[in-house]
């Protein structure tokens, strides 16, 4: 157990649904992230949390969508998904961002667009 | 770009011997380097991490920096079955979050 807990750990959705990932930290922690896994590629960037405030988006679709009401949680709202959005999506978090590469990761959510 | 290459594998080691994972970095501002362990269907764990140059000790895990060759490496020692996970190198050096992850390389220790 790392401290950050993500639910649903399994999502089926079809490209019409409406569905949001829940994740919340249980650490301390300052930042906080969303990252993208897909087979055969390098974990992506998503978005980053710090204080809640928006620091970064790697140029994300806007079928995604973040937020962050407190240090401890931190949501993503997903709409109009398309299968290519399939994937293992993660959770994490760090002390501050001047610690970004000291992560803690949730267990991730396994994505499956129909 | 940044990026951060490691061979995917499977890197296949007998049990007992040493594991060693390399990584190589594009971007020369990169100024610290983590070292991540993945196992099947588990979210990523880090176990080392290193900023200067030179080797750094942890147990049976040692983190090798190279800045001159942009190089790092990752050597396990007495490997066990139990250290058969993918290994995710990654980068940190500007930006927001600055971290860029490699594609991982996955280590099998055969019994």
């Known amino acids: 157990e790392t401290g950050v807990t993500q639910t649903p750990r399994h999502l089926v959705m079809g490209m019409t649904n409406k569905k949001s990932l829940k994740c919340e930290q249980h650490?301390?922690?300052?930042?906080m992230y969303w990252y993208k896994q897909s087979a055969k590629k390098p974990l992506e960037l998503m978005f980053v949390y710090s204080l809640e405030e928006r620091v970064e988006n790697n140029s994300v679709p806007s079928r995604f969508s973040p937020e962050c009401p407190n240090s401890s949680h931190l949501f993503l709202h997903l709409h109009t998904l398309q299968p290519e959005d399939s994937a293992l999506y993660l959770c994490?978090?760090?002390?501050?961002?001047?610690?970004?590469?000291?992560?803690?990761f949730g267990a991730g959510t396994r994505l499956s667009v129909l | 770009q940044k990026e951060v290459e490691q061979n995917s594998g499977p890197l296949s080691v007998p049990e007992g011997a040493i594991a060693s994972l390399n990584c190589t970095y594009s971007?020369?501002?990169?100024?610290?380097f983590f070292w991540y362990r993945q196992y099947s269907g588990k979210s990523p764990e880090l176990i080392m991490f290193i900023y200067s140059n030179g080797d750094k000790e942890d147990g049976r895990f040692t983190a090798q920096l190279n800045k001159a060759s942009q190089y790092v490496s990752l050597l396990i020692r007495d490997s066990q079955p139990s250290d058969s996970a993918t290994y995710l190198c990654a980068a940190i050096g500007g930006g927001a979050d600055g971290l860029t992850f490699g594609k991982g390389t996955h280590l099998i220790i055969q019994p």
């Open positions: 994490a978090s760090s002390q501050d961002r001047r610690l970004a590469g000291s992560k803690y």
């Open positions: 971007d020369r501002g990169s100024q610290s």
């Open positions: 650490l301390g922690h300052n930042a």
